[in-house]
């Protein structure tokens, strides 16, 4: 296993346009997290998953934001009606106790 | 509200040189844990040392040991002997422990640049 993978590694889309990103935990961790990382800032926590339930999202996640992971695997960030504000490094980490692996993150940029 | 504050945007360090990076942090949890992380210029996150609300001891971990004053809520890490990979972003995080682990936040980063 090679840690968490993310992909695409870079999206630039039109506003207004829907994007969707995925992201692979390692096989092992059955907890996964979505953080969004502007330029000069830390990481901005979204959304955690425990399995495939879904047990906090933060209030940074518009209803144009929406999060899944079906069966408790890989999970997916969608994003609808993109606006130049989504413009972020989206970071996807997993863990199974107390340390959290990232991904290398995609980085969105709308235009 | 719940904070953690870098006050040192960036700092030269010689190399083979200790550095401290501070963090300070608001929390009304009683039991929580502190994370350091590298983020090089490639943009994944590196964890580098934990350190628990109730650890008696201060954590180490190779070249890097966190400097841990529960009362002043500041969790300082120390890297010794800098070497010039040092060079990058490194943010403080906190994540309170008896909610199972989740909404970690972290601060704005502190950025050494390690000189020859």
């Known amino acids: 296993d090679t840690g968490v993978s993310q992909d695409p590694r870079h999206k630039i889309t039109k506003r207004g346009q829907n994007v969707t990103f995925r992201c692979d935990p390692i096989s092992e961790h059955n907890r996964l997290y979505w953080y969004r990382q502007t330029l000069g800032q830390g990481p901005e926590f979204l959304t955690y998953f425990q399995n495939e339930a879904q047990l906090e999202k933060s209030r940074l996640l518009s209803d144009r934001f929406s999060a899944e992971r079906p069966k408790g695997s890989f999970s997916t960030l969608e994003i609808q009606r993109t606006e130049q504000g989504d413009s972020a490094m989206y970071l996807c980490?997993?863990?199974?106790?107390?340390?959290?692996?990232f991904g290398q993150g995609t980085r969105l940029t709308v235009v | 509200a719940q904070k953690i504050t870098q006050t040192q945007p960036g700092m030269f360090v010689q190399e083979k040189e200790a550095v401290t990076l501070d963090c300070t942090y608001d929390?009304?949890?009683?039991?929580?844990?502190l994370f350091w992380y590298k983020q090089p210029s490639s943009g994944e996150m590196i964890f580098l040392i934990y350190?628990?609300?109730?650890?008696?001891q201060n954590a180490t971990e190779g070249r890097y040991s966190l400097n841990f004053q529960k009362a002043r809520k500041s969790a300082n890490l120390v890297i010794s002997a800098s070497q010039l990979g040092d060079s990058a972003m490194y943010f403080c995080?906190?994540?309170?422990?008896?909610?199972?682990?989740?909404?970690?936040?972290f601060g704005a980063g502190t950025r050494p640049f390690v000189k020859a």
């Open positions: 995080a906190k994540r309170p422990r008896n909610t199972g682990g989740f909404k970690t936040i």
């Open positions: 350190q628990g609300s109730y650890d008696e």
């Open positions: 929390t009304s949890d009683q039991s929580y844990g």
């Open positions: 980490a997993s863990s199974h106790d107390i340390e959290a692996f």
